[in-house]
């Protein structure tokens, strides 16, 4: 049977950077299966784009950590790489003084996640910022951004090709057993052949299907991933004057939340930036504005569709700061199922408790993009012996 050192499950941004930091560290033997013909075509590729400054997460939390950590080296990966980002910087808007009091609860977050240049600012001054938004006050948010993912995936890929690793895309793994000296792992390709392999370690990177192959590896897990569909709409800011951003991320305060006795606070539908391509081939802040995402929890995780929301929902959500909108300024868009983790709040990064050669990365939802090189750093250094 032939033997592979490292396998990886999963060719999205975060199995990709581990992909690439492993090779790059020199480490031989390292092979990722992707079970689409498009590497990165699932979260990775259905997400809003942006690279988050590290607001709204648990202090000492792995996503506080990692999105904290991540964010800057995703913008030093982009410039190096020629892959198109833009330091937009985020306002997130309060429209009545309930949610102006939030502001503070977000400042005291970003105080002690280490994010930034964030500060309170007042009406007169978001009217500086985007004259079309209408708040009472909004934090400023200065390390936000705007990236072209589908460049970076290409970008993640050609480097982790590049240093040696085997990138298998149209394979899935349908099987892993634990055996004396690693894992047996099974896998079928596109045309429904099938392949068995020995392996002596499995990074577990499978998105929304971390918990299916978690349980493979080891029964015993229970984790359980409830997709939660964020679906987008986008309007033309180049129709009418009173409609046009400047090119800053646009969020609003949303109401915490409790659950089993912790709070959690939502991201909730924001106004992006996206790009577009200048005649010289550049690319540049374009005319339309990505409207999105919703939270709808869906049974099925490659459900994009059934049940889709409606334009009058993001007008309703999105009028209260943006007034200047009307309902069929709207167009309906793409949308993307997040691995939100059952009963977590947090990524989860660790070995199985029964088979330590296998590391599990369940949950990783946003900030996954912002933090992918932070996490790869992050898996190389505890269990690769990385620096
Ligand atoms: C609507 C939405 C908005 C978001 N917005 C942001 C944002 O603005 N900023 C941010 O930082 N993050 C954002 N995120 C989160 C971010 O997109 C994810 O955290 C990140 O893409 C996770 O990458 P991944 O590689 O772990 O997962 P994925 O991209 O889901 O990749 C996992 C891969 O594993 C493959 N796979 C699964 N099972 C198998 C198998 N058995 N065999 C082989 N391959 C398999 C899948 O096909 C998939 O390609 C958003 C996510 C969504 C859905």
């Known amino acids: 049977m ?7 499950i999963g060719g999205g941004v975060v199995g990709l950077a581990i992909a690439r930091e492993l090779s790059s560290r020199g480490v031989a033997g390292v092979y990722l299966f992707e079970k689409n013909l498009y ?3 699932e979260q990775s590729g259905r997400n809003s784009c942006v690279l988050h400054a590290g607001v709204y997460y648990t202090p000492g939390s792995l996503k506080a950590r990692l999105c904290v950590e991540g964010n800057p080296m995703l913008y030093d990966f982009c410039r190096a790489n020629g892959v198109a980002c833009f330091n937009t910087s985020k306002i997130i808007v309060a429209v009545d003084e309930a949610k102006d009091r939030m502001l503070d609860s977000y400042l005291k977050r970003c105080a002690a996640n280490g994010v930034r240049g964030v500060k309170k600012i007042l009406s007169s001054e978001i009217l500086k910022i985007e004259p079309n938004v209408r708040a009472m006050s ?3 948010v200065p390390p936000t951004g705007v990236l072209d993912v589908p460049e970076y995936v290409k970008a993640l890929a050609r480097q982790a090709a ?3 690793a085997g990138i298998i ?3 899935e793994v349908v099987g892993v057993m634990s055996v004396s000296g ?3 792992v099974k896998t079928r390709d596109s045309l429904g052949s099938e392949d068995e392999f020995h392996t002596e370690s499995v990074i577990n990177s499978a998105g929304l299907y971390a918990d299916e192959i978690a349980a493979m590896v080891n029964p015993a897990n229970s984790w359980r991933v409830a997709p939660l569909r964020g ?4 309007y033309d800011s180049a129709l009418r004057d009173d409609i046009e951003l400047k090119g800053t991320c646009v969020y609003q305060v949303q109401e915490p939340y409790e659950l089993d006795g912790k709070l959690y606070f939502g991201i909730g539908i924001h106004l992006t930036p996206t790009l577009d391509i200048s005649p010289d081939g550049t690319r540049k802040i374009g005319r339309y504005v990505s409207v999105g995402p919703t939270s709808i929890p869906v049974e099925n995780k490659h459900d994009y569709e059934s049940g889709r929301k409606d334009a ?8 209260r700061f943006f007034p200047n909108l009307r309902l069929d300024d709207l167009q309906p868009d793409y949308a993307g199922n997040r691995a939100k983790l059952k009963g977590y709040d947090d990524f989860v990064i660790r070995r199985d408790e029964k088979y330590p050669d296998c590391v599990h990365l369940v949950g990783i939802d946003s900030p996954g993009l912002t933090s992918s090189l932070a996490i790869a750093r992050y898996v190389s250094k505890e269990f690769f012996g990385g620096k």
């Open 231 to 234: 679906e987008y709409y986008r």
């Open 162 to 164: 590049d240093a040696g």
């Open 182 to 184: 690693g894992f047996v």
């Open 39 to 41: 590497l990165g075509d």
């Open 138 to 140: 909004a934090l400023y």
């Open 312 to 319: 009058r929902y993001f007008y309703d959500d999105v009028k």
């Open 2 to 8: 032939e033997k592979i050192p490292i396998t990886i």
């Open 169 to 171: 895309k149209e394979t």
